[in-house]
């Protein structure tokens, strides 16, 4: 598809306006389904009582059926003394009579006999043959359910609207239900477009990733009411697009799509929705989420969701779920939210709603949230969010300290024992996994080692994991002094080694820093301990040859390609992405490639000293010092520092 056969974005829409596009497919249907079927299913009418519950009186303990005045007056030094007159067991159709001066014994549940008043325990009791001593006396009714005390026949049990869970199943069974009157859940087609998608499970070829967002999506169908089914993956080819949208359509209650809906050449979503049925909404003023397509087709309901995850999920929360919902006849949920102040200065995109999603801490100020900034193509935005913020159209940003409302993703707010924000680490992985074992909970958001300093300083952050080389050849403590943190303790971590990766074999021959320019490159992000170092490095290289450090950068290609994760640098290499990279020995290793060694680092923790009497702060200390901590580094190549 050429540029000039792209289809622009029609008029955007609000977000509401995108919502009252799918009123008109507001509907519900209900089915009877069988009683052990009916879980988790809302309920499509009241339910009234066809029988008394208990239908009969009954005993409601172990004991003896008597007529409460004969045991008046009993007591320890002076029982009432009955004739035992048969047994009664749950379930039997009693034949004796209880006659003044006798007793039937009864179990549990058992129907009462004529003549009978009261029930007396049997640890009240003692028996001597046939005759039985009663210690202590009954009221009229003690110990005795009578008929229709639980429920009555014709009483109102249940609502209709009633999400039904295992108390009401309950209730449905007391009352002799068989079937139950239920919406039926929306029958969802998922549909995955794209030529990059490729099933988890399988090899990915060059450029191809997991499909992610038919998975989560139908995960959310499940988690609203609905019934998910997986139609598979079609490639960015009109026909095949054609096909399985009109075979989706006349088969299910509603199909969601992801991918193929922004301006792209190769999306043709929007002309092939328009061709078989209308399209409602191309576009909405929210990010993420703007490239989103709602329509009609054969009937049905579509909605195309954006490709990149955390855009899918927003949009499916924010328009899908709701129409599932009411189709399975589920109640709109209280969403929860809580003030908090905004903990860095946020830039908002003009024009647009922005639905920020934010994680949260406790600071002695009360809540603070920091944005999750990881973009829309990120799968763990949504992850590690405890909510999101919204923020109109008409607001350009939001400053430090200003107040902001959180809506949360869950009722309740799981904070972390502790949070740790700074460089990633294997390491940490290890610690987080030790807590655990101690019954405590970690946080870890990786954002590089300046960032960690900064929300360390900010008051963000419990701990920061940096390791920050300064020019003078010390790490991390002159960057605690130069950024003016002052209520934190820098704690000595352990000793990595950091180096160049490169492909198994070293193919290009590559013996440091100097062979780089001319070679591909996969970069650490700015503020990263190990960016840090790559551009002390570049700085030494360029003025041992007169060069600036401009046009030292401009021969190596991929500079400006920034990878998270030592990991990330590993995986662009073994795809071929890169020639070399920066990164620490222990993913060379586990990833069977070549290194060559630049120098040890020192990966050290900076606490901020109002946690450090936390339960949980000590038992992290506790850990480091420990000789499982130690051989656990020694296992991914790292060593304590002494």
């Known amino acids: 598809m050429s540029n000039s056969s792209r289809k622009e974005f029609r008029t955007l829409v609000s977000l509401e306006d995108a919502r009252k596009a799918l009123l008109q497919f507001y509907r519900r249907e209900e089915e009877q389904v069988p009683l052990q079927a009916c879980y988790d299913r809302t309920l499509a009418g009241n339910i009234t009582s066809r029988v008394d519950v208990p239908g009969f009186d009954r005993a409601s303990m172990d004991g003896y059926a008597v007529k409460a005045k004969d045991t008046w007056g009993a007591d320890e030094a002076d029982p009432r003394s009955l004739k035992l007159g048969g047994i009664i067991h749950a379930g039997d159709l009693p034949t004796a009579k209880v006659d003044s001066g006798t007793a039937v014994e009864i179990a549990t549940g058992a129907m009462m006999p004529e003549g009978a008043s009261a029930v007396v325990m049997v640890e009240q009791t003692d028996t001597e043959g046939s005759t039985v001593h009663v210690r202590k006396p009954v009221s009229p009714g003690e110990n005795v359910m009578h008929a229709g005390a639980d429920v009555m026949q014709g009483e109102l049990v249940l609502r209709k609207g009633t999400r039904l869970t295992s108390r009401e199943i309950s209730v449905l069974a007391a009352v002799g239900l068989k079937e139950v009157p239920v919406y039926r859940r929306p029958r969802v087609a998922i549909i995955s477009t794209g030529n990059e998608i490729a099933p988890p499970g399988g090899p990915l070829r060059p450029g191809q990733i997991y499909d992610v967002n038919a998975y989560a999506v139908g995960a959310g169908v499940l988690e609203n009411g609905g019934e998910p089914f997986y139609c598979g993956i079609v490639r960015d080819e009109p026909d095949a697009f054609r096909k399985a949208l009109l075979d989706a359509a006349g088969q299910y209650d509603l199909v969601l799509t992801s991918g193929s809906t922004s301006a792209g050449a190769s999306d043709m979503m929007f002309s092939t929705v328009g061709g078989v049925g209308k399209v409602l909404v191309h576009g909405i003023k929210i990010k ?4 989103t397509i709602i329509g009609e087709a054969n009937g049905r309901p579509f909605i195309g969701l954006p490709g990149y995850p955390s855009s899918a999920l927003t949009i499916f929360n924010e328009v899908a779920a709701p129409l599932i919902r009411h189709m399975s006849g589920r109640r709109e949920p209280e969403r929860s939210t809580v003030k908090a102040k905004m903990a860095l200065t946020l830039q908002s995109e003009a024009g647009r709603e922005v639905l920020q999603p934010v994680g949260l801490t406790r600071t002695k100020d009360g809540l603070a949230a920091y944005p999750i900034e990881k973009g829309s193509g990120a799968v ?66 990786n954002v590089g080692s300046m960032g960690g300093f900064r929300s360390l300083r900010k008051g963000v952050a419990d701990v920061a994991g940096v390791h920050l080389l300064d020019e003078s050849g010390v790490y991390n403590e002159p960057f605690l002094r130069a950024l003016g943190i002052k209520g934190a303790v820098l704690v000595k971590g352990y000793v990595r080694e950091q180096g160049i990766i490169v492909a ?19 970069n650490r992000t700015k503020g990263s301990g190990t960016r840090t170092l790559f551009d002390m490095e570049l700085r030494k290289l360029a003025a041992q040859n007169g060069l600036s450090m401009e046009n030292l950068v401009e021969s190596i290609k991929g500079y400006d390609v920034e990878a998270k994760t030592h990991s990330a640098v590993a995986a662009a290499i073994i795809a071929g992405k890169a020639d070399a990279g920066l990164g620490i020995k222990t993913v060379v290793v586990q990833n069977g490639l070549g290194f060559i060694p630049l120098r040890d680092e020192e990966y050290d923790f900076v606490i901020r000293k109002d946690v450090m009497d936390r339960p949980a702060t000590k038992a992290f200390l506790e850990i480091l010092k420990s000789k499982r901590f130690e051989a656990e580094l020694q296992k991914l190549g790292y060593r304590l520092k002494i």
């Not at 290009?508 to 591909?520: A, Q, T, V, Y």
Request: net charge negative; aromatic share 4%; hydrophobic share 40%.
């Open 288 to 291: 993420p989420g703007k490239p």
């Open 380 to 445: 763990t935005s949504l992850r590690d969010a405890d909510g999101y913020v919204e923020i109109g159209e008409d607001v350009h940003v939001i400053e430090e300290g200003s107040d902001v409302e959180v809506r949360l993703f869950s009722p309740a707010i799981a904070f972390p024992d502790l949070l740790i924000i700074g460089s990633h680490c294997l390491g940490i992985d290890v610690i987080t996994d030790m807590m655990g074992e101690k019954g405590f909970t970690v946080r870890s958001i």
């Open 504 to 522: 198994k074999g070293n193919p290009l021959n590559i013996r440091g820093i100097e062979d780089l320019p001319g070679k591909r490159i996969v």
